[in-house]
């Protein structure tokens, strides 16, 4: 046997790799890092009854507000893809981390609804880079084994964002308002930012394909492969193609399940987005609507919250053993029963924490996964691109409509019942895909769900 033949890929040799403390520790800086996001989504959400009642903004004001940020949202993902395998994802996280805090920051600078609509844009395009990136980074670097489960732990930093931010419409904007209160959480994660800077690696096959010597790519892997020889690992550089990576997901090999994908993102991000834009102002409307104050709405908001980080965090243990298909698909069949069970219940602010921590539970459970679920569908060269499509297209899609539905059944009068209701029957869609797409899975690529799918036509490389 030659030497070239006793080579392994670089892929290879972090599939078949264990989980270390190192791979422990950037998990946890990425979960830290994914705070921003759920602290940004929770705290302005908070912030638009006030708006309303301070500024006078129309329902129609906060609705055109979150659906500029979903697109600019959708921007940054299907941007942030593509440069994600050119630049790199480090680069990428750091000039997420840098738009979405100044933008967030910058919201408590702002004197009308005008400008706090344009500043909202820019920290959703950081946001947007930030969610495709930070599951760009954790796929390349996880053993195969360990992919889903630690992506979705990631994720878990979204809810404790939103437990952050709950506490701090409970706690400190009745004190102090809402523009110096915004103002610190926007500004807040650029503590973390040198953390990122000085010990997140750079993907090794990135640094492959972007033609780095091997001394530089073996550095890379002695961080996430503290201990291991990589004398054996062919680390010469990955040839480039010219052929468009986009058009992978779309090929006789992917096109079902990319398909598939898109509609669960779409839906599961529509839906986590009139949860978590509109609650608080379906909570405080006082016809139709129980007519919570502010602080009883931030309390229900933490209840959701802290389902949300039960949720996140015992999907990634259940899905280090249980098909993960299954599991999402339960997840989203149990979120449709919970909604209806927000529309029945008594308007009380026990009733409804209650209700919506489970709800949290199951909501947050499916869509953090849903991110591992798109992350193994496509191989290491073109995840980043693929990711960028289901979350910039289907997902940041579904969020835009999600978005526009919200404030038309608010505009409607329907209240937390209406809008609860309607809620429900598009969920029971999204976990009806998730199943189609397990079995598509398993049938063409004849693995186990827990398995990253081989491709099986010509692998399109990082241009």
């Known amino acids: 046997m030659t030497e070239s033949?006793?080579?392994?890929?670089l892929q290879e040799f972090i599939d078949e790799g264990r989980v270390t403390a190192r791979h422990r520790w950037l998990v946890v800086i990425m979960l830290i890092v994914m705070t921003a996001e759920g602290l940004d989504q929770s705290i302005?959400?908070?912030?638009f009854p006030k708006l309303i009642q301070e500024w006078g903004a129309s329902i129609g004001s906060i609705t055109t507000i979150v659906m500029v940020t979903i697109l600019g949202a959708a921007i940054g993902a299907v941007v942030g893809g593509p440069l994600c395998d050119r630049l790199g994802r480090k680069p990428v996280i750091v000039i997420g981390m840098l738009l979405a805090s100044f933008g967030t920051g910058g919201?408590?600078?702002t004197q009308n609804v005008a400008a706090f609509t344009t500043v909202r844009a820019i920290a959703a395009i950081g946001l947007g880079f930030l969610l495709v990136s930070v599951v760009a980074i954790i796929a390349d670097?996880?053993?195969?084994?360990?992919?889903?489960?630690?992506?979705?732990?990631?994720?878990?930093?979204?809810?404790?964002?939103?437990?952050?931010?709950?506490?701090?419409?409970?706690?400190?904007?009745?004190?102090?308002?809402?523009?110096?209160m915004i103002a610190w959480a926007g500004f807040l994660p650029l503590v973390v930012l040198p953390l990122v800077i000085a010990l997140l690696p750079e993907s090794p096959n990135v640094l492959a394909v972007r033609g780095k010597s091997a001394a530089v790519i073996r550095r890379a892997l002695d961080v996430v492969a503290a201990g291991r020889d990589t004398s054996h690992v062919d680390l010469s550089p990955i040839p480039k193609e010219d052929k468009p990576k986009l058009?992978?997901?779309?090929?006789?090999?992917?096109?079902?399940?990319?398909?598939?994908?898109?509609?669960?993102?779409?839906?599961?991000?529509?839906?986590?987005?009139?949860?978590?834009?509109?609650?608080?102002?379906l909570l405080q409307a006082t016809e139709p609507g129980p007519g919570f104050s502010t602080q009883q709405s931030g309390l229900t908001m933490l209840a959701l919250s802290i389902g949300g980080l039960t949720g996140g965090v015992v999907g990634s243990l259940i899905l280090k053993h249980v098909d993960r298909f299954r599991t999402v698909a339960v997840a989203y069949f149990a979120t449709a029963i919970m909604a209806v069970v927000v529309a029945l219940v008594p308007a009380s602010l026990l009733s409804y924490a209650v209700v919506f921590f489970i709800l949290g539970v199951f909501l947050t459970a499916g869509n953090t996964a849903l991110a591992a679920l798109a992350a193994l569908t496509y191989p290491a060269e073109v995840r980043g691109t693929g990711l960028g499509?289901?979350?910039?297209?289907?997902?940041?899609?579904?969020?835009?409509?999600g978005g526009g539905i919200g404030g038309a059944l608010i505009g409607a009068s329907l209240g937390i019942t209406g809008v609860y209701l309607v809620l429900a029957a598009p969920v029971v869609i999204c976990a009806l895909a998730i199943i189609a797409l397990g079995v598509i899975t398993r049938r063409k690529e004849g693995v186990s769900a827990s398995d990253q799918p081989a491709v099986t036509e010509t692998p399109i490389k990082i241009v």
């Open 247 to 281: 058009s992978i997901v779309f090929t006789r090999t992917f096109l079902s399940r990319t398909l598939l994908l898109w509609l669960a993102f779409f839906i599961g991000y529509g839906a986590i987005t009139i949860v978590l834009q509109f609650l608080p102002t």
């Open 389 to 401: 499509g289901a979350s910039g297209i289907g997902g940041r899609g579904g969020s835009f409509v």
């Open 44 to 47: 302005v959400s908070h912030v």
């Open 107 to 109: 919201l408590g600078f």
């Open 5 to 9: 033949a006793q080579k392994v890929s």
């Open 141 to 180: 670097i996880m053993p195969a084994g360990r992919r889903s489960q630690m992506m979705t732990l990631a994720f878990t930093g979204v809810t404790v964002g939103g437990i952050i931010g709950s506490l701090l419409a409970v706690g400190v904007l009745p004190r102090t308002g809402w523009q110096p």
